[in-house]
């Protein structure tokens, strides 16, 4: 059975002809239950309520919950007690020539703190779809770190989905990567319901050869002196592609939010396509938001010089591209992620 699936919609739609409003994915083979590799305590099936997670706005939207369910798979549910301290571990490897979806429920206890560190890999060879949707309910004064890194191989679709509900005081931290696959599509959605809650997420990218990259990031300001940080910095090169939706949207309410959202792309060659779409939607007036988007290529002077000392075109490139990865690298934390992020790195830049 193949589906057909309207994904990362944009809030507020644009002009229909600029193509920016959704990105459609046709054909897509239901995929089976994935079976990670699972380190740190998770939640017993017995007992688990999912209603609180059923009705979690994700990034990509409404189409995926039909992809899971037609998948059968059963989530990784991780409860973190209130007032504890957890650390979680999900690595997923999608086997040669096979299509696979993991679903994660996260319930993070008053007051707790979870890092929840997630990598994605895939044989380089055979390609293949691997979905992974993550739903997080953080109640009160919690602290979610999730860190998701994708590096599945060349040939892959990449599906990555995230949707988070904070209570009063509760924030999460998203930092994420997404350096493989031959198509990416990756959204969140974080609804800031309680007072002073907030979201801060820094996405990294690389896109080369012939990728394509769809983003889309909601930030739902509902609570008041709620508080999000959107932040995107990639490179692009060869004929890669990439869309990045952002919106911030204050809904009434939300009196004292603040929004913020940026970019930072390095177009490394003229047959990439960048495109940006930055939102902000207010229906409150004590709000302040922001965006802003930085669009360069790589410095003439700088390339001169060291081309000057001995080094390629290419070899110039791949040093700038890898430093500007390795910047969100430098926020994960976590000594053993950041070791597989470089080795895939020294693959992709041999």
Same mark, same amino acid.
């Given at each position: 059975?193949?589906?057909?699936?309207?994904?990362?919609?944009?809030?507020?739609?644009?002009?229909?002809?600029?193509?920016?409003?959704?990105?459609?994915?046709?054909?897509?083979?239901?995929?089976?239950?994935?079976?990670?590799?699972?380190?740190?305590?998770?939640?017993?099936?017995?007992?688990?309520?999912?209603?609180?997670?059923?009705?979690?706005?994700?990034?990509?939207?409404?189409?995926?919950?039909?992809?899971?369910?037609?998948?059968?798979?059963?989530?990784?549910?991780?409860?973190?007690?209130?007032?504890?301290?957890?650390?979680?571990?999900?690595?997923?490897?999608?086997?040669?020539? *096979?299509?696979?979806?993991?679903?994660?429920?996260?319930?993070?206890?008053?007051?707790?703190?979870?890092?929840?560190?997630?990598?994605?890999?895939?044989?380089?060879?055979?390609?293949?779809?691997?979905?992974?949707?993550?739903?997080?309910?953080? *109640?009160?004064?919690?602290?979610?770190?999730?860190?998701?890194?994708?590096?599945?191989?060349?040939?892959?679709?990449?599906?990555?989905?995230?949707?988070?509900?904070?209570?009063?005081?509760?924030?999460?931290?998203?930092?994420?990567?997404?350096?493989?696959?031959?198509?990416?599509?990756?959204?969140?959605?974080?609804?800031?319901?309680?007072?002073?809650?907030?979201?801060?997420?820094?996405?990294?990218?690389?896109?080369?050869?012939?990728?394509?990259?769809?983003?889309?990031?909601?930030?739902?300001?509902?609570?008041?002196?709620?508080?999000?940080?959107?932040?995107?910095?990639?490179?692009?090169?060869?004929?890669?592609?990439?869309?990045?939706?952002?919106?911030?949207?204050?809904?009434?309410?939300?009196?004292?939010?603040?929004?913020?959202?940026?970019?930072?792309?390095?177009?490394?060659?003229?047959?990439?396509?960048?495109?940006?779409?930055?939102?902000?939607?207010?229906?409150? *007036?004590?709000?302040?938001?922001?965006?802003?988007?930085?669009?360069?290529?790589?410095?003439?002077?700088?390339?001169?010089?060291?081309?000057?000392?001995?080094?390629?075109?290419?070899?110039?490139?791949?040093?700038?591209?890898?430093?500007?990865?390795?910047?969100?690298?430098?926020?994960?934390?976590?000594?053993?992620?950041?070791?597989?992020?470089?080795?895939?790195?020294?693959?992709?830049?041999?």
């Amino acid at each position: 059975m193949a589906l057909d699936l309207t994904v990362n919609r944009l809030s507020a739609p644009t002009w229909h002809w600029l193509g920016m409003n959704d990105h459609t994915l046709t054909g897509i083979d239901v995929p089976i239950p994935a079976c990670p590799s699972v380190e740190g305590e998770t939640a017993p099936a017995e007992g688990w309520d999912d209603s609180p997670f059923a009705a979690i706005q994700t990034g990509m939207g409404r189409d995926m919950d039909l992809l899971v369910r037609e998948s059968g798979a059963e989530p990784v549910r991780l409860n973190v007690p209130a007032g504890e301290e957890r650390t979680v571990r999900i690595h997923l490897c999608r086997g040669a020539g *096979e299509n696979q979806l993991l679903p994660v429920e996260v319930l993070a206890r008053a007051g707790s703190r979870l890092t929840l560190l997630m990598d994605y890999t895939s044989d380089q060879d055979e390609g293949g779809t691997l979905a992974v949707r993550t739903r997080l309910v953080l *109640e009160e004064n919690a602290q979610v770190k999730l860190v998701q890194l994708q590096l599945q191989g060349d040939n892959d679709l990449a599906l990555n989905d995230v949707g988070a509900v904070c209570a009063d005081g509760a924030k999460l931290r998203l930092v994420q990567l997404f350096l493989g696959a031959a198509e990416t599509c990756s959204g969140c959605c974080a609804a800031l319901d309680g007072k002073k809650s907030a979201l801060e997420a820094d996405t990294g990218y690389l896109g080369r050869n012939r990728q394509h990259i769809d983003f889309n990031y909601v930030a739902l300001h509902r609570g008041k002196g709620s508080k999000s940080e959107l932040r995107a910095s990639g490179v692009l090169r060869d004929a890669a592609r990439k869309l990045l939706r952002g919106t911030i949207d204050f809904q009434k309410g939300a009196a004292g939010a603040e929004g913020d959202e940026r970019e930072e792309v390095l177009l490394l060659n003229e047959g990439v396509v960048n495109q940006t779409v930055p939102l902000i939607l207010c229906a409150e *007036e004590d709000v302040e938001g922001n965006h802003g988007a930085t669009i360069g290529q790589l410095d003439e002077d700088l390339l001169f010089y060291l081309m000057s000392r001995g080094m390629s075109a290419g070899a110039v490139e791949n040093m700038v591209a890898r430093a500007r990865v390795e910047a969100i690298c430098q926020q994960i934390g976590d000594e053993a992620a950041e070791g597989q992020l470089h080795d895939y790195l020294e693959e992709v830049f041999q």
